[in-house]
């Protein structure tokens, strides 16, 4: 009985290892996209942006159906639901952002906005491209049950869009998400140890 047991906690590890990579790879392809958009025709990258987010929605509904059947993986799972569900809802535009979202890792979001702010001071990034990436970052920090300053919190107020406020709802018709990021964050750190 035992061995069954431990058995089925390594097959459940493999799963979700597997999950987590396909995920990662989805997510670094919608960057690589977003990065090399300049080389590409217009309708080479609406067909490529259309195939990957197909690909995410078929992860998806793959998830929901891992998710109904086997109760182990629900609260590990359903972080990386919500993070699918911020890419489809194309709340999110940025794939780097989802990524640390998903693997709830405030720090290196943080961090990243540091570098978005002394970029745009250089004239490295573009005001509107600035705004779009800092509302989506301190959205995310807001979900990861991080505590936002007065000044971030007027910007986000000033500044999210529709996308974003249909994200919250998302995020917040799927459960309690903070917990289940924060699992599901602690479960990737966990598998990386």
Known sequence: MIKM???????????????????DRLMQQ???????REELDADEYEETKRETLEQLREFSDSLKKIMSGNMTLVDELSGMQLAIQAAISQAF???????LFAKKQPGQLRT???????DLMVGKLERDLYTQQKV?????????????????????TANA????SQFEKVSTDLGSGDKVLALAGFEVEKAKK
């Open 93 to 99: 535009k940025t794939p780097e952002v989802i990524r």
């Open 5 to 23: 047991a431990s058995r089925g906690k390594t097959e459940t590890s493999k799963l979700k290892q597997n999950l987590e990579e396909q995920l």
């Open 30 to 36: 919608l960057q690589d996209l977003e990065e090399c």
């Open 136 to 156: 989506e970052i301190l959205t995310a920090l807001r979900k990861l049950g991080e505590k936002l300053t007065d000044d971030d919190e007027a910007f986000l």
């Open 112 to 118: 990243r906005l540091a570098e978005m702010d002394r």
């Open 161 to 164: 869009g529709a996308a974003l």
